[in-house]
């Protein structure tokens, strides 16, 4: 079993979730080599840094509407209030010093915090689990699965300055084959499962209250609590 990649104390609320999770929702995930506890979904641990992970037009914006406006730091945003073009690639350099800023900041008020990006490269989300490690916060993970032909026909509705390649948006979705045991090995707390439908709005979140039934249903995962 991977080691906590908690760096100092468990801040009491979520060792408490951990507890109450563990006792009531335990499963062996179908992959895994250890047991994991499937419990609510991220919304419901205070004071995370949640880091949505998927290609382009595979829904995480749309999941991000499950969280108040203000806890939602979307990086297309950012480059718009940087350059006034959500999809203008030469500002995203100082549009993601801003992330990490607002980040930080929201974090050392212990704000529950969401990272609305791709964050498909592990280097990415490294510098992201440093900041909330770095202030005692969990890490939680978000990975949107999204079948590559939806993802393609919503990015062609996009207008033209957020359209993304074909040939991006393919590596983008390959690079989002990601397992919970990567994410969960690369120090994520916990991690998520989101199934991204056809329409926008056919999003299967986890029961806040069951544990998954089968063993493909989204579900979130958490290490076991010591």
Do not use: Y
């Amino acid at each position: 079993m991977p080691a906590t990649s908690w760096h100092g104390e468990i801040p009491s609320a979520v060792r408490e979730f951990m507890t109450a999770a563990k006792a009531g929702h335990a499963q062996t995930h179908p992959t895994a080599t250890a047991p994991w506890t499937a419990g609510p979904p991220p919304m419901c641990i205070p004071g995370a840094l949640v880091v949505m992970i998927g290609a382009a037009g595979a829904g995480k914006t749309h999941c991000c509407q499950d969280w108040p406006r203000d806890a939602v730091v979307s990086l297309d945003e950012l480059r718009e209030r940087v350059a006034g073009d959500a999809g203008d690639q030469r500002a995203t350099r100082e549009a993601v010093q801003l992330q990490h800023l607002i980040i930080n900041a929201r974090l050392r008020r212990r704000l529950t915090t969401v990272v609305d990006a791709t964050n498909l490269e592990e280097n990415v989300r490294q510098l992201l689990l440093l900041r909330a490690h770095r202030h005692h916060c969990p890490a939680i993970a978000t990975l949107v699965r999204t079948p590559l032909a939806v993802c393609e026909t919503r990015n062609a509705r996009r207008p033209a300055n957020r359209c993304v390649p074909l040939a991006t948006l393919r590596w983008q979705h390959a690079q989002a084959n990601l397992t919970p045991q990567q994410l969960l090995m690369e120090g994520f707390d916990a991690v998520q499962l989101v199934d991204a439908g056809p329409d926008v709005d056919e999003v299967t979140r986890p029961s806040v209250r069951r544990a998954p039934s089968g063993p493909d249903a989204p579900h979130t995962l958490i290490r076991p609590s010591h």
